[in-house]
C-alpha cells in the first residue's frame, strides 16, 4: 500500500508464495490497479499446482498484461502434477474444476477410466 500510494514503484511483481497466497495477492493487485501501478505474476519457480494458480490469477487480472512469468515447472524434476504444460512458448488457462491440475497418480487414474 505504501509503495503504491507514495508513487515509489511503476510496477509490481507478484508472487504468491511471498504474499502468502491467492487472497493475499488478488489484494495487493487490487491496490496496485486502483494505484493505477501495473503489475504481473513473476517467478513460479514450482510445481504446476503453483504455476497453475499464478496463470489463473494473471487470467483475471486485466492489469497483469505484461511478461508474467510461469512456466517454470518445466525445470521441474519429477513434478508430482500433471494438467498444464507450456506449449509454442504459452500456457493455456485450464477449463476444468479448480485449478486445472492434479496428482499424477489422479490424472493417470481420470484417463483409464475415461478410456473404459
Do not use: W
Amino acid at each position: 500500500m505504501t509503495l503504491v500510494s507514495n508513487r515509489i514503484v511503476d510496477a509490481v511483481s507478484l508472487k504468491l508464495p511471498k504474499l502468502g497466497g491467492l487472497r493475499n495477492a488478488l489484494a495487493a493487485a487490487r491496490i496496485c490497479e486502483a494505484g493505477h501501478v501495473r503489475c504481473r505474476l513473476g517467478a513460479h519457480v514450482g510445481t504446476r499446482l503453483l504455476n497453475a494458480h499464478a496463470i489463473s490469477l494473471a487470467a483475471a487480472l486485466p492489469q497483469a498484461n505484461y511478461a508474467c512469468e510461469v512456466g517454470e515447472f518445466m525445470r521441474m524434476y519429477d513434478d508430482p502434477f500433471a494438467g498444464i504444460e507450456v506449449v509454442d512458448g504459452a500456457i493455456t488457462v485450464p477449463d476444468r474444476t479448480g485449478c486445472g491440475v492434479a496428482p499424477i497418480a489422479a490424472a493417470a487414474a481420470s484417463k483409464l477410466a475415461g478410456a473404459a
